[in-house]
């Protein structure tokens, strides 16, 4: 049986979305995950950032959530993102697999084809005529399953500029 063996999958395939971004993981305490996890995996994380994010969710529409997380410093990265109970970050564990793709509206259709259902989304913030700016990021998810995110490239400088990589875009 080969790795890729259809009947392994639980759910549907992935379609091929771009490079690897990172690996998100839902956890209690921020601060002390950045502190095991880094130990354990010998890792530098990024100081954690507690930011209002402009999200978009099926069950609350536009609205501003304050989410606290830290990366991993090394690709592929780590998303340590505090919980939220109530909302689409509440469980702590194994969240997402997030990619980088420069055509958001493409990546999102080829996911919406594949049966992936649109579950939350980044956007930046400003709004006009009632409308986000821009999306930054989708998550994305095959049932129940485990998430998908898709980025925007356009942010890539944004988040080096987050872990000391590099200047904002």
Known sequence: MSLVDPALQLGPPV?????????GV??????????V?????????SAPQTVDQLLWTPADG???RRRRAAFSC??????????????NWGDPGPHH??????????AAGQLTAAGFEHVAGSYTEGVDGGQPVAINGQYRRPGEQSRVE???TAIEGNIAAMLGLGPPN
Not at 15 to 23: A, K, R, V
Not at 26 to 35: G, K, L, N, S, T
């Open 74 to 87: 090394v690709h592929p990265f780590i998303e340590l993102m505090e919980a939220i109970p109530g909302t």
């Open 150 to 152: 898709i980025v925007s």
């Open 37 to 45: 996890l880094g130990t354990t995996l010998s890792v530098r994380f």
């Open 97 to 106: 697999v997030a990619y980088w793709v420069d055509d958001m509206t493409a």
């Open 26 to 35: 839902v956890v209690d305490d921020v601060e002390a995950a950045v502190d």
């Open 15 to 23: 379609p091929d979305l771009g490079e690897l971004f990172h690996f």
């Open 62 to 64: 536009m609205h501003y």
